[in-house]
Structure formats: C-alpha cells, structure tokens
C-alpha cells in the first residue's frame, strides 16, 4: 500500500482484467483510467502525466514494448510495471532493459499488484525530495532558470519559494522581456504540482472568437471548421498549472466566463452542457498595471481580485545590476556552444559597455545581442566591445562613444582684392546744355471758367394713402429653452446609438460621424452589453 493516491494508467485488452486491475487500484485509493490499446495508452499518458503505467505487452495495435519506447521517447517519466502472460526469462530480460520498474505475471492478486507498485511509487516520491534538495542547495544566483544574485531578484525567489505549496492565485507584473512565463513555470516547479502538466496559454496571442474553445475546448459541430471534440487548456491542466500570459487583452465577455471558472472550478466545453470539474492552480502575467486596467474598464474588478492574490512584480533588467554580465556569460556559452565558436567570455570594454546600457527590451534584448554577436565573429576567445551592435557600444561605455563635435567658429570676412578699387560715392550728373533758338514765349491763354451747379428747388410729390391691412397680432412673450438635463454616461450612449442607427450599424461610419476612435464604439457595445444593456434607448 501506499502513503498517497497516485494516478495509475493500465493499458489492459482485455476487459476483465482491466476492470479487475482498477477495483484493486481504487480499493488502494488510487485514481485509475483504462486504455484498451497502445494507441489510447499514448494519448491519455501524454494528457494525462500518471504516476505510474501498468502495461500488458500483448495489445491490439502494436506490441507494448514498442509503446514502453515511444513514452520514453517523449520524456514521460511514468514508473512502468509490465503485466504479462508469457513468464519467459526473454520477455523479463527486455521489460528490465527498457527500464521497467518490475513486472507482474498474469494471474495475479491484490498483494502481487500492491507491492511493486508501492516501491515504484515510494522511490518516485524520493526522487523528488532530492530533487528539490538539490535545488535549494543550489548556488543563490541560480533558481528554477532564473539566473541573478542582485537583491531585487532574492525578494523574487523568496516569494516563490513561499508561495509555491499554496493554492493561491499568482499574478506576475513587470516589463516586457523580464521572464514571466519564466517566473510562472518556477512556481508550479516548485510546487507539489510539479509532476503535472503546465499549460501555458497567451490570451493575447488567440483571435477572441477561439479565446473560450482555447480554454474551455468544445465538442464537435460546436461552430464552423469544429469537426472533432477538443480538448481545452483548462482540462489539460487538470492537477496542474494554467499559465495566461497577457490576460489584460482577455475580451470582457470572456473575462465573465473566467471569473466563473476560477470560483467554482467548473466549466463547460463549448457547444455541451456537460459541467466538468477540474483542480487547476492560476498564474497570470500581463506587462500592464492591472488597477489602471481595473480603473479603465478594461478588466473586470471582481475577476482582478480573485487572481491578484499574491503579486510578483518582476524588476527590469537595468535595476538587477551585476545581473546582466551573468546573463550575458550564460548566453555566450549556450551560443558558441551551438554554433560552434571558441568565445570563452567579455574584454572588460565589453563588460563595461554592456553593464552601462539601459536594456530598454531587458533580458530578451541581452539574448539577442549575444546572440548577434557569436553568430557574426568567428574568430577570437574575448568579445571586445568592437563586436557590440552600435546602440549598446554607444549608449553604453563612454570609451565607445564618438568623440563631440568642435564648437563653431564663424570664418573670418574675406578680403577685397587689391587690384579692385574703391568705389566712388554717388553725386547727380552734370546738366546738359541745350542749344534753343531765340524766340519769345507767349504763354496759353486759361482755360474758360466752369459753370458753378445750382440744383433745382425739391418739390415733395403728394403722399399716395398707405393700404388698410389687418392690425398684427400681439407678439408672445419669450419662453424660455426648456433643455433635459441627463447624466453624461446616458448622453453618449444615445449618440453612440443615434449614429448607429443612422449608418445602419457600420461601426466605422458611426464614429467618423462622432469624431471618435471605431476600438471606442466597439468598446462600449461590449460593456453595455456585459451590463445587459440593449442595443436601444
């Protein structure tokens, strides 16, 4: 017997036997799926994850040795119990050199189960606890992939490391580049639920009409292209972790659907009514600040707090100080190792360079430089800071950078040619003399004087009798507008409406009508109707 429930696989064709096998693994405690064939065997093992797989060799399909090859082959560490008929020393001698763990010769009992497979379990068990030993008594600037001793980064691994046995929802924040996904597969490593699945999902990265089917998975002729169930993230990361990444661009219907989830641990594929329960613990990451996506209507209040439980902000990398030369080295060895250079490290003009610049893109920026680097130079043991792209090497070290420009200096007048003379001032020229013949001038006789105007005496004619109308009627008093007076949130809705109806429902000529961005009408619709608001007044 054992301490604790296992998950156990047994690949058995004969139904008998299959059902004999999971009375007495259930009587154990044990949690126990049945594959009939290979075929089976190896999609629910790479699902599923058990514990340990009790594997008849005689199958339908093919042969279960070649089954035993194929899980090794994908990295599934599943203790292996073979169950055979055929008791024959071949048989025991290939099961043994495979790496089975022990074998069970049919028929067999409860206690012919229960013993083998307590021991494959026990020693699993162990294997754990030494592996998280060593992991702890690992040098402090190593931690579950993260590589940095600085003080911003030993807060980051204390807080994994005290929050890693709990259940509570992980919510990671920091820049982009700074190893989320990375800091999200440290806590389910460190966790109890190590031995399960990880399922990593980018909410960002899905189209919103598959977002719900990514997570949820759905049944065939679900929707159009559904021609086969499938099996959501949620229901893969049954006894595990569900990993979102960039949950901020998660659409509001969806965030509904979510909530729901995250508080019952339930839910429904699309297109059934079927209600399946799973055990799932929730990290999420996003490169924005949650309480101003909270704040702008973005994300869902009462959602935020159910996944806000324990925060892990992830500093960027120019705050990690001596951080980033470690880093730098784990990469140069990891790439020359790969393209097959002999760089054995970083001149000190180099080191300076790179702990100088600002490394706006953080570690995911460092990786490609140092990967720029070992793919471009071939020669040499030392990358010099000659071998650094241009921005590092000029925004980082100042030995680098390209000496300043000489201040101007005006150049002087240029001087007047000697041959050239002065030119003179300006005087009016002399008079010219005109030779006139002697005569006398007789001036013109004036001309006649001009009449002065005398305008006639006006004489009014006689004034016609102005027509007799009906007198007008007394003018109104002004009555003052009467304007409505209604809250501005209820004002834009009616516009947004109004402009809707007016261009039968185009999203983008409704607001070039309004002057507004086509995301903000899209927007609204969606919280209105999230808020079960109709499409009317």
Known sequence: MTDAPARVLVVEDTPTQAELARIFLTGMGHEVRLAPAAGPALALARVWRPDAILLDIELPDFNGFELFKQIRAEGIDSEVIVITADGSHRALKEAMRLGAWDYIVKPYNKLALA???????????????????????????????????????????????????????????????????????????????????????????????????EVFGHVRGAFTGASADRVGAAKLADGGTLFLDEIGEMPLEMQVKLLRFVQTGTFSPVGSSRIERVDVRFVCATNRDPMLEVQAGRFREDLY?????????????????????????????????????????????????????????????????VRNVVVLHRDG?????????????????????????????????????????????????????????????????????????????????????PPVSAPLPPRAPAVPEQTEIVPLAVMERRLILAALRRTNSDVPRAAALLEINPSTVYRKLQMWRAEGLGETD
């Open 115 to 213: 013993t083998p497979l307590g021991q494959a379990l026990k020693k699993r068990g162990l294997e754990r606890q030494l592996a998280r030993v060593e992991e702890e008594a690992r040098p402090s600037d190593r931690f579950q992939g993260f590589i940095g001793a600085s003080p911003a980064m030993g807060a980051v691994y204390q807080i994994i490391r005290s929050v890693a046995a709990s259940k509570a929802s992980v919510f990671i924040t920091g820049e982009s580049g700074t190893g989320k996904e990375l800091a999200a597969e440290a806590v389910h490593k460190s966790s109890p639920r190590a031995g399960r699945e990880f399922v990593a999902l980018n909410c960002g990265a899905i189209p919103r009409d598959l977002l719900e089917s």
């Open 305 to 369: 707090y159910r996944l806000y439980v324990v925060p892990i902000e992830l500093p960027p990398l120019r705050e990690r100080g001596g951080d980033v030369l470690a880093i730098a080295n784990h990469f140069l060895a990891q790439f020359a190792k790969e393209e097959k250079r002999k760089f054995r490290g970083f001149a000190p003009d180099a080191e300076a360079a790179l702990v100088a610049y600002n490394w706006p893109g953080n570690v995911r920026q460092l990786q490609n430089v």
């Open 381 to 465: 043991d030392w990358v010099d800071a000659s071998m650094l792209p241009p921005p590092v090497v000029r925004l980082g070290t100042g030995a680098a950078a390209p000496p300043p420009l000489p201040p101007y200096v005006p150049p002087p007048p240029r001087p007047v040619a000697e041959d050239l003379a002065p030119v003179p001032a300006w005087e009016p020229p002399a008079p010219i003399a005109v030779a006139v013949a002697e005569r006398t001038w007789v001036p013109p006789p004036p001309p006649p004087p001009v009449p002065t105007y005398v305008p006639a005496p006006f004489v009014p004619a006689p004034l016609a009798s």
